[in-house]
């Protein structure tokens, strides 16, 4: 047997499922608007948005990437998933009414690799502020 060098396989850099919740101040109806309209999704998600059937493309400063629409509940839950992602990573919203405060929440989930999800996470706040005002709340 020819002897050579052991080969080893690049290590995948682990990534973590990323969820957090947001309290806004709308009505779930108005909020789920804003997480799935094209004309919405680009006043705080993106510089651009368009779809065609489930597949949305989002711009920012020139540059474009592309989502299909895996999941819609009306006023209640949307799933998206980047065409470049792993096939079994997503991002979603889920906007629903505290039952302890009344309050309207948006749960985002998300993905990321294990030491960038402390700058997602601050990316997410950000965007989250970005949607706030565009609300109006």
């Known amino acids: 047997m020819p002897q050579g060098t052991a080969h080893t396989q690049p290590q995948k850099m682990a990534r973590k499922k990323i969820q957090l919740e947001y309290i806004i101040r709308s009505s779930p109806s108005i909020l789920f608007e804003f997480v799935t309209q094209t004309s919405n999704l680009a006043q705080w998600f993106s510089d651009y948005c368009d779809a065609?059937?489930?597949?949305?493309?989002?711009?920012?400063?020139g540059s474009f990437q592309r989502a299909k629409q895996l999941e819609w509940v009306e006023d209640?839950?949307?799933?998206?998933?980047?065409?470049?992602?792993?096939?079994?990573?997503?991002?979603?919203?889920?906007?629903?009414k505290s039952e302890i405060s009344n309050e309207t929440i948006l749960e985002v989930i998300d993905f990321a690799d294990a030491k960038e999800v402390k700058e997602q996470t601050f990316l997410w706040?950000?965007?989250?502020?970005?949607?706030?005002?565009?609300?109006?709340a």
Request: hydrophobic share 35%.
């Open 76 to 96: 209640d839950y949307v799933k998206y998933h980047w065409e470049d992602s792993p096939k079994d990573e997503f991002f979603s919203f889920r906007v629903y």
């Open 52 to 61: 065609e059937n489930d597949i949305f493309i989002f711009g920012w400063n």
């Open 125 to 136: 706040d950000k965007q989250i502020e970005d949607l706030k005002h565009a609300i109006g």
